[in-house]
């Protein structure tokens, strides 16, 4: 598990570079400044999450147990919901989109307490 998330972090930060170079630099002209301001926001949110995500990944190999593996899961399905959903958001401009992102946030905020539960039970 822990290279599975290891794996996917490391994929997820090359794709949050990625994607905050295509918003800083094809996008700049093309969307209006708040969807701009929306996908920055969803990519810099899928960085620190796949940071969260190489923790997680070290915390499975230090710390084996089932809070730091859903740990990671809630780190890979946060990113998905919530950076997806505001990717999607700030392309379409479909606005009813951002519906789904406190999804991903909540997700989010279920990682980091089951990492920090990881981290105490160990």
């Not at 990625?18 to 969307?31: E, N, P, T, V």
């Not at 089932?66 to 505001?86: D, E, K, N, Y």
């Amino acid at each position: 598990m822990d290279r599975t998330f290891f794996f996917l972090g490391a994929l997820s930060g090359g794709m949050a570079v990625a994607a905050g170079a295509f918003g800083a630099h094809a996008l700049k002209l093309r969307l209006a400044p708040d969807l701009l301001a929306i996908f920055d926001t969803a990519s810099r949110y899928q960085m620190f999450h796949a940071l969260a995500l190489l923790a997680a990944a070290w915390a499975v190999s230090r710390w084996p147990g089932w809070s730091a593996r859903a740990a990671g899961w809630c780190f890979i399905a946060g990113t998905v919901v919530f950076s997806g959903s505001l990717y999607a958001l700030s392309l379409s401009g479909l606005r009813a989109l951002g519906a789904i992102t406190p999804v991903g946030g909540v997700l989010f905020i279920a990682g980091w307490l089951l990492l920090a539960i990881a981290a105490w039970r160990r």
